[in-house]
């Protein structure tokens, strides 16, 4: 692991963002309770930043946590707030920003005032990582109405998505597609306040396909719904790590979320 001491040159903006991370005991992060057979899958947008000596905690949390539910949670790391690079920032010579100005839009939607936080299914308060275990088990006993599925194939540059709802009962709502990547390396503050440059950044928030919110739809009962969407690669993403995250929400919170990986057709001949 490549660690390098706390920049000079970076000390007056990391104590600035210090202010704004929240400080959990490590016996308070993670609890583990009895086994549940999830009725539907939950999304957990995470709102994080490089510079923030938590989130490293709060992304741990998550790994954590999909271990114990598997593909019913959908965790979205969202980088927003002062302690986040934009992407193609050059104040800091060799810096990989994760920022985007979408996700400034998801964090004050959301609330956040401190990172990391995190809300479950748009549905829960904004929260400490402390406490996503427990909105999730919750979220995870409650049922929908909407059966969510999703492909998404690669041919070079090109990424075909494909989208099917079903409704056991009229819905109306937006329809929203993000873009994920998994296995990004970028500079992190860590809890000790040192620098890991060489930190593999998961789950995190590239961008949306059909408009930061989303698109209106109605699903008539009993009918499919069927969206197709075309997007291009960018040239900072790994199309091999990169997945599609589908979810249905109103004002009533997200209805269901699916995650699919991007299938890469060149990989697979």
Not at 140 to 163: N, R
Not at 225 to 230: D, F, G, I, M, S
Request: aromatic share 8%; with cysteine; proline share 2%.
């Amino acid at each position: 692991m490549n660690k390098i001491l706390f920049p000079l040159a970076l000390g007056l903006t990391f104590t600035l963002t210090l202010a704004s991370c929240d400080d959990i005991s490590p016996d308070d992060r993670y609890i583990e309770v009895e086994a549940i057979e999830p009725q539907r899958a939950v999304l957990l947008e995470e709102f994080t930043g490089q510079l923030c000596v938590n989130c490293p905690l709060g992304h741990e949390t998550i790994e954590k946590l999909k271990e114990q539910y598997g593909e019913a949670l959908v965790a979205v790391s969202i980088h927003a707030g002062g302690s986040a690079f934009s992407i193609g920032e050059d104040e800091i010579a060799g810096v990989v920003g994760l920022r985007l100005d979408e996700g400034e839009t998801y964090a004050s939607n959301a609330g956040a005032q401190s990172y990391p936080s995190g809300r479950v299914n748009r549905e829960y308060s904004i929260a400490n990582y402390d406490t996503w275990g427990t909105d999730i088990r919750e979220a995870l006993q409650q049922t929908s109405t909407v059966e969510l599925e999703a492909s998404a194939t690669a041919d070079g540059d090109d990424i075909t998505i494909e989208v099917k709802a079903l409704s056991s009962s009229s819905y109306t709502g937006n329809l929203q597609v993000w873009v994920v990547e998994d296995g990004i390396v970028a500079m992190q503050l860590q809890p000790d306040s040192s620098v890991d440059l060489t930190y593999v950044h998961n789950n995190v928030f590239r961008g949306s396909v059909n408009g930061t919110n989303g698109e209106a739809v109605s699903i008539t009962s009993g009918i499919y719904l069927t969206k197709t969407y075309e997007i291009t690669k960018k040239d900072n993403w790994n199309i091999d790590n990169l997945s599609i995250v589908v979810f249905l929400y109103s004002t009533a919170g997200v209805e269901n979320v699916v995650q699919v990986a991007v299938e890469n057709e060149v990989t697979n001949q």
